[in-house]
């Protein structure tokens, strides 16, 4: 048995709570198709994640039930929804966190392609293009040498706003990207910040301030937070949204 | 029929599928990839601990080199690599982690002075030379000689992938998101590109191209409890077999990871040992070194997961509600350790365990991780039957690790392999021209259409979900760590029977648009040929060979088996060919002998005395380590000459010895 399999028997052997989940569905290429919550029931267990639990269901209710999952150990992303509203990854929610009635839909903000699967890679790829989050490279650097040092504090810095796993929580969490469709988001924003702290990106703030010094980027910013209380991988994002304001501010005084 | 026409078509977005796509998109052609998933979702971002490239920064790496590195591959294959291949690979890591470097991967640095590390248990402190400061630093990994695992963190995999992802977007590279290839079209002797499926709205399309390069990964999935992501079903392997003319090489060869958290099967990674870390039994005691007095829990992982499973069969592992696990423990490292170099360990363990790792213990045990075999490819990446169908990465067989991957090489490979197959499709496209037979594309896109079409309509009584879990269930059962006989021919009998139920699936749902069980339903059966090759593939070889292991045929022999497995599916055959590529032991620059962790027992082959005095010969003949490996397996003609200089190593001169100033090791050994 797959561990999905040795987790319900054991609920079913242990005589658990009954799970009522209450998901959204909507398939956008069936013409008679149209939004609604269909009701699933299932026995609650002890280790059971909402991936096995929508697995179960899918296996034993409904083999039509579409939503994402990728590495299913909330690292890759692909299976943030909401859940009683509150957007998170589903692989790693213990179904044991949960109340008795669990309410699932899909992320906001993201171009829905049925039930509760929603398309963050375009959005990703669109908002990656706008703000180039990369280091320009010249195409034949030095391979042969050795590598060019960097302070070990500098490169842990960078990795603690690189784990960002664009799963699009802070997107669907925040007040002026649900308001203003073509707000870069904490993600983005994020993004910059890391960007900024890179001694190989050469860009000035001056450069950032021509991608983000606008309303569509850190002044859209209204300070609400969602993005911060809901990032699974708990990144410093209002200290870094904070700061980065600060400073694009400072581009418009000075520069 | 909607055709759309590239130059490479790159099937596949992790690592090794966008590295590859970047290779040739920088010598100037027209590239698409299609992927199943946005890119950065790949499995490559799973990789956590490590990448192998031999820098000798740190300290416990002073001396590394190539020719370490290299031993340490081949010995971890248990001689099954292809050495040439091998020997590529160790000299282009420095340049591929270098690479990355520039381009933004915040590689862990050398911090100069006394650092803190648990070594065998012990705490120990290492005094880092001033000379290395802010170079990439390095972390000791299973069956290495020296620390040589590059990381970021344990967010490897993660931070080389988002890299990589952002550098396609930079070059323009486009990436058709959720589209997923069904069959390659090729005319028995070349293959013109593929036909696909979108994954969103259920629509087909023919891709035609000059070069087709499958860069899918593995095929975990065939297995109930593997670490894989769910996507890691062996598609690309699948349509290559499905073409009746490439070829896969040892796909019996599956490495099963010592550390995946029970029983949910997700990975704790090998940095977790690297890093100090210890396995227990159920008495808390540490158990590995009453097997492996060398290398403890830091022998390769096919021997640490067979030392595991045979401990629990003794009766000494830990018993839960779920059943019977071991035991790591990190707790040894101290919290600022895993709360900086073990995040993402430290988070499994909160969000899937609810425990805390560094007060607790983590209930382990192996589960299936990593697929050796894949698409048989010559050293550019090319198949060798099916012209202009190339594959990189963990999906393709080039052979670097034989019968049992190092950990850290895999990520090491994709790079490498995208660097090098990329080059190699720009060569193949420049100098073929490419032309389209629209009725070949048209014939294969039909065939496609009226598969799908049968499928939808016929109603059958086969549920597509209880025929996988059947095949996860026989292939665990007996296709797993340990194997015999009585159990692959049952193991191929039982998937058999599998594949023809396959023929009557009916669907439960419409089978339209993104439909999930339409999808199982058609990926099904190829699974069931992959899992048919690694079945009938286990049962022929009467050895033991690295992960590989029967129980009936306990020792390696290479008198009779120092060759690979090529499989290849006539159509309409019930069941695999498979064919033998011998190794040959003359060409080997390091003979066979005894891994240094492991079984010591092997059948030599009978060329093997004479070989291994001709090494020896030339080990004295040569002044230094470049003439000698040259003189006796030459490769650098395999390499573009852009890649063919040597690696500068802090302390090592120009012939390639390794000179500290305060002596190698010194006081803190």
């Not at chain 2, 213990?361 to 991780?369: D, G, K, T």
Request: proline share 4%; aromatic share 6%.
């Amino acid at each position: 048995m797959n561990d999905a399999a040795v987790i319900a028997k054991d609920g079913e052997e242990h005589g658990a709570r009954r799970l009522r989940f209450e998901i959204f569905r909507f398939n956008p290429c069936d013409p008679d198709s149209r939004p609604h919550y269909d009701t699933f029931e299932l026995d609650d267990a002890p280790g059971m994640t909402l991936f096995i639990a929508l697995n179960l269901i899918r296996e034993q209710q409904d083999p039509g039930l579409q939503f994402d999952f990728v590495c299913r150990a909330g690292i890759c992303g692909s299976c943030a929804m909401l859940i009683n509203g509150r957007p998170t990854l589903a692989c790693r929610t213990l179904t044991g966190t949960l109340p008795d009635t669990v309410r699932l839909s899909p992320l906001p903000v993201f171009e829905l392609i049925g039930d509760l699967s929603v398309n963050t890679g375009k959005w990703m790829r669109q908002m990656s293009e706008r703000l180039r989050t990369w280091v320009d490279v010249a195409e034949d650097v030095d391979l042969d040498s050795l590598e060019t040092p960097m302070d070990p504090d500098a490169a842990q810095a960078i990795y603690e706003l690189e784990r960002c796993i664009e799963c699009g929580c802070c997107v669907a969490g925040c007040g002026t990207a649900v308001m203003r469709e073509s707000f870069v988001g904490a993600v983005g924003l994020n993004k910059m910040a890391r960007f900024r702290l890179d001694p190989r990106d050469t860009r000035e703030d001056a450069d950032f301030f021509e991608l983000i010094g606008t309303d569509e980027g850190i002044f859209g910013c209204m300070s609400l937070l969602g993005c911060d209380d809901v990032c699974p991988k708990d990144l410093p994002l209002q200290t870094q949204l904070a700061y980065l304001r600060r400073k694009m501010a400072k581009v418009t005084l000075t520069g | 029929m909607k055709v759309l026409h590239t130059d490479v078509l790159v099937i596949g977005g992790g690592l090794a599928g966008l590295r590859a796509a970047i290779a040739a998109r920088r010598r100037g052609l027209e590239v698409t990839v299609l992927s199943i998933v946005p890119p950065k979702r790949s499995h490559s971002a799973a990789a956590q601990g490590g990448m192998q490239a031999s820098l000798a920064n740190c300290l416990k790496g002073f001396g590394d080199n190539e020719d370490v590195h290299f031993a340490d591959t081949v010995r971890g294959s248990d001689w099954g690599a292809d050495q040439a291949v091998a020997r590529m690979f160790v000299h282009m890591a420095p340049k591929a982690i270098r690479e990355l470097a520039h381009w933004g991967v915040p590689w862990n640095r050398v911090a100069p002075g006394a650092q803190s590390a648990v070594i065998n248990g012990e705490k120990v402190e290492l005094r880092e030379r001033a000379e290395a400061a802010g170079l990439i630093t390095a972390r000791n990994f299973g069956g290495t000689a020296k620390w040589r695992a590059c990381y970021v963190s344990d967010g490897t995999g993660h931070s080389m992938l988002y890299t990589i992802s952002d550098q396609a977007i930079a070059a323009s590279i486009p990436v058709h998101e959720r589209i997923e290839a069904l069959s390659l079209v090729h005319d028995g002797a070349r293959c013109r590109g593929a036909i696909a499926r979108n994954l969103m709205t259920g629509e087909l399309l023919a891709y035609t191209a000059g070069a087709t390069c499958i860069a899918t990964g593995g095929f975990g999935r065939i297995y109930e409890v593997s670490t894989n992501a769910i996507i890691n079903q062996g598609m690309g392997a699948a349509i290559a077999l499905e073409t009746g003319v490439a070829e896969l090489g040892n796909m019996e060869a599956v490495q099963f990871h010592p550390t995946a958290i029970f029983p949910a099967g997700i990975l704790v990674t090998e940095g977790c040992r690297g890093d100090g870390g210890l396995l227990l039994d159920r008495n808390e005691h540490r158990f590995m070194p009453d097997y492996e007095p060398e290398k403890a829990e830091l022998a390769s992982r096919d021997v640490v997961s067979r030392h595991m499973e045979s401990h629990i069969n003794k009766g000494l592992g830990a018993t839960s509600r779920f059943g019977e696990h071991l035991w790591l423990d990190i707790r040894l490292l101290g919290e600022d350790h895993i709360n900086t170099r073990l995040r993402e360990v430290k988070e499994i363990c909160q969000y899937f365990l609810g425990i805390d790792p560094a007060r607790e213990l983590i209930p382990v045990r192996p589960a299936q991780h990593y697929s050796m075999g894949g698409i048989r490819t010559d050293a550019h990446g090319q198949s060798g039957t099916l012209k202009g169908l190339f594959a990189c990465g963990e999906a393709a067989c080039w052979d670097l690790h034989g019968f049992n991957r190092l950990g850290g090489n895999s990520v090491a490979e994709t790079v490498v392999a995208g660097m090098l197959v990329g080059e190699s499709m720009a060569d193949f496209c420049l100098g073929n021209e490419a032309s389209v037979d629209t009725g070949l594309v048209r014939e294969f896109f039909e065939r496609e259409q009226a598969a799908l079409d049968n499928l939808r309509r016929r109603g059958g009584a086969q549920r597509v979900t209880a025929l996988n879990a059947a095949m996860q269930s026989a292939m665990t059962r007996n296709v797993g760590i340990y194997r015999d006989a009585d159990g692959l021919q049952a193991a191929v009998a039982e998937l058999g029977s599998l594949l023809e139920r396959c023929a009557d699936i009916g669907l439960q749902s419409g089978g339209h648009g993104a439909d999930p069980e339409l999808v199982l339903a058609y990926r099904l059966p190829r699974m069931l040929k992959l899992a048919l090759c690694v079945a009938q593939g286990a049962l022929n070889r009467t050895e033991s060979r690295g992960a590989h292991c029967r129980l009936d045929f306990p020792e390696r022999d290479d008198s009779q088996w120092l060759n690979r497995t090529l499989a290849r599916w006539p159509a309409g055959a019930a069941l695999p060919e498979l064919r033998y590529e011998a190794l040959d032991i003359m060409a080997m620059e390091l003979p066979p002998a005894w891994r240094g962790y492991g079984s010591r027992d092997f059948i030599p082959h009978p060329q093997q005395a004479q070989r291994q005095r001709e090494v020896e010969a030339a080990t004295e003949q040569y002044g230094n380590r470049f003439e000698r490996q040259e003189a006796l397996m030459p490769y650098t003609h395999l390499l573009p000459e852009r890649y063919r200089s040597h690696n500068a190593r802090l302390f090592e001169d120009g012939q390639g010895a390794f000179n500290d100033p305060e002596a190698a090791g010194g006081a803190a050994e």
